[in-house]
């Protein structure tokens, strides 16, 4: 579903387990034994809850891992959320989704679920395993046999951009809902295979989607996305404003691609970490970078990714380095 479907929410992106039937070439996860107890589960729908009636605002949460459907008390944790009057939304590679897993999301007041595709079958095979990209696609046949929002995430990097305009023809057959894609962000010293996409790939790829965009096929809206065409519904960072990331062993992020723990929810709240933590709360004061100040997005915008800038420059307070409206003058400061 669209992000900004949800503007007014407060979404917590719950990494329940860090098992995963996989191991993708741009994984962030680096271990694989983490996993929350139903115990655990319950004590942080209390503090997501507490939070929520802190600042008086709905919630949402995206349910993930690793891989969720690992997970044996994923069906429990979405019927509890639904009871507790809180979206939710399922992200999965999508190779363990089945008919009656469909059901069963149908069943739990699910509202979207979203599986990853990175490319055509030899593609995605080659970053996420082989046979992968069959048995996503028979999970995106089942979500749509129970008439469930589907949507399919890209992430883009060297190896996969000339792919995106049949992913998009394939998503149109098999009825997705939304395409939407995003870079795949990795600091410069963690990336040997050089998966990172520089910018002018960067430029090339929000062109097509532009193009992609205007026939309806792609959904082009987060970080700088917006510029080729222009849309009304601006995508800014939310990253320790209006989205809070919790993993498997408590730890919490502002942002999945953003790696700076704010806090362990094992030990605090999440109200007080969101409330209390340096890192959120330098994230939230921090304003329009000087260097976008006059251009006609940047109270929109607000500069871009900040998990771009700092894993290109160990900082977040300047701009996301791919813009291409960036003037040459202030990229040399970078």
Same mark, same amino acid.
């Given at each position: ?7 007014g ?15 993708c ?9 983490? !996993?929350?107890?139903?115990d ?7 503090? !997501? ?11 949402? =949460? $995206? @349910? ?28 999965? $590679? ?11 999301f ?30 996503a696609l028979r ?36 009825? @997705? ?28 790829? =929000? ?10 096929? @792609? ?14 519904? =601006? ?18 992020m ?15 709240t999440?109200?007080? =970490? ?11 004061e ?45 990229r040399?400061?970078?």
């Open positions: 579903m669209e992000e900004y479907l949800y503007e929410c407060f979404t917590l992106q719950w990494h329940i387990t860090h098992r995963c039937n996989l191991r070439a741009h994984c962030y996860q680096d271990d694989y034994s983490a !996993f929350e107890s139903r655990t589960m319950t004590d942080v729908l209390d503090q !997501f809850q507490a939070l929520l009636r802190e600042y008086r605002l709905r919630g949402h =949460i $995206n @349910v993930t891992g690793g891989e969720p459907l690992t997970h044996p008390d994923l069906f429990w944790l979405l019927r509890e959320i639904n009871d507790r009057h809180i979206s939710s939304g399922v992200l999965t $590679n999508g190779t363990l989704v089945g008919l009656r897993e469909a059901r069963l149908r069943a739990c007041g699910v509202d979207y679920v979203q599986i990853s595709l990175d490319g055509l079958e030899k593609t995605h095979d080659a970053i996420r395993g082989e046979g992968s990209y069959a048995r999970g995106i046949n089942a979500l749509k046999a129970q008439g469930l929002f589907t949507s399919v995430s890209f992430t883009a990097q060297r190896g996969n951009l000339r792919d995106l305009p049949g992913l998009a023809r394939v998503c149109e057959k098999a009825g @997705v809902d939304k395409l939407w894609f995003d870079r795949v962000v990795i600091p410069a010293d963690e990336d040997p295979k050089g998966l990172s996409l520089d910018k002018k790939d960067f430029q090339k790829l =929000i062109k097509t989607a532009a193009r992609l965009n205007r026939s309806g096929k @792609v959904f082009c809206g987060r970080a700088l996305q917006f510029i080729p065409c222009r849309r009304k519904n =601006i995508y800014r960072c939310s990253a320790g404003d209006s989205l809070l990331v919790l993993l498997a062993d408590g730890s919490v502002p942002c999945r691609r953003l790696p700076l723990i704010a806090g362990n929810a094992h030990d605090s999440l109200l007080s =970490i969101y409330r209390d933590s340096p890192v959120m709360i330098s994230l939230r921090t304003g329009v970078p000087q260097e976008c100040r006059g251009c006609r997005y940047s109270e929109d915008c607000r500069g871009g990714a900040k998990c771009a800038a700092y894993a290109r420059f160990g900082r977040y307070d300047i701009p996301d380095p791919d813009c291409p409206l960036l003037r040459q003058s202030h040399g400061n970078l």
